[in-house]
């Protein structure tokens, strides 16, 4: 299911997670209840209505193949240049939104996988696609959870594609990607990862 998808779905996000962080929430709140206004524009748009058309067959960031770049600005404005990090390390990549329920349980996960792999040198991260209008909403959230790795927000380039989330073709959130050093697409999922899944994809790379 994608984040940002209805007004409904935010509002059920708002209700289960407002036990114990009502300033952030109440502030998501009040932006789902906002007309038409200056976030509008990048908050509700998904990646896949963002998109350019795709041909039947059409492949984006498959196993085997070699992960698109991209430069984004994490939660407390620092720039981050996929390329530099993947030169470095493999890295544990999630497309993930606030609104949903499953990017949420998948972000615990990542959690544990950012403490579980340490040892391997393996870098964890989270791009949400809820537009850079929320950053400052989702850094909260990040920070009241105890997230220790990178989460970075997705934003619209000139041209009005997701800078992050088009070039993987995005179409639904929780969508988890495993790079191995260098770039190269090592594991591809879309929707709730199982641990023994991850443990394997994580384990067939080489040690540092």
């Avoid at 407002?18 to 789902?32: D, H, N, T, Y």
């Avoid at 067959?57 to 240049?81: L, S, Y």
């Avoid at 989702?138 to 990178?150: D, P, V």
Wanted: hydrophobic content about 40%.
């Amino acid at each position: 299911m994608s984040g940002r998808s209805t007004d409904r779905e935010g509002r059920s996000v708002v209700i289960t997670l407002m036990r114990g962080r009502l300033p952030v929430f109440a502030a998501i709140l009040a932006l789902l209840a906002t007309p038409v206004c200056a976030v509008a524009a990048e908050v509700g748009k998904s990646p896949l209505s963002a998109s350019p058309q795709r041909g039947e067959g059409t492949r984006f960031a498959q196993p085997g193949m070699i992960a698109p770049d991209f430069t984004v600005f994490d939660v407390e404005g620092n720039p981050f240049h996929l390329s530099e990090e993947v030169s470095r390390r493999p890295v544990l990549l999630l497309f993930w939104s606030v609104f949903c329920d499953p990017c949420r349980a998948e972000m615990g996960d990542l959690q544990k996988a950012q403490d579980r792999y340490a040892a391997r040198d393996l870098s964890v991260v989270a791009v949400a696609v809820d537009g850079a209008p929320l950053r400052k909403i989702i850094g909260e959230f990040a920070r009241q959870e105890g997230y220790t790795f990178k989460v970075l927000m997705d934003e619209l380039d000139t041209g009005g594609l997701w800078k992050a989330a088009d070039p993987y073709g995005v179409g639904v959130t929780p969508t988890l990607l495993l790079l191995g050093k260098g770039g190269t697409v090592v594991l591809r999922k879309e929707g709730k990862v199982r641990g023994d899944e991850l443990e394997k994809a994580v384990s067939s790379l080489p040690k540092k």
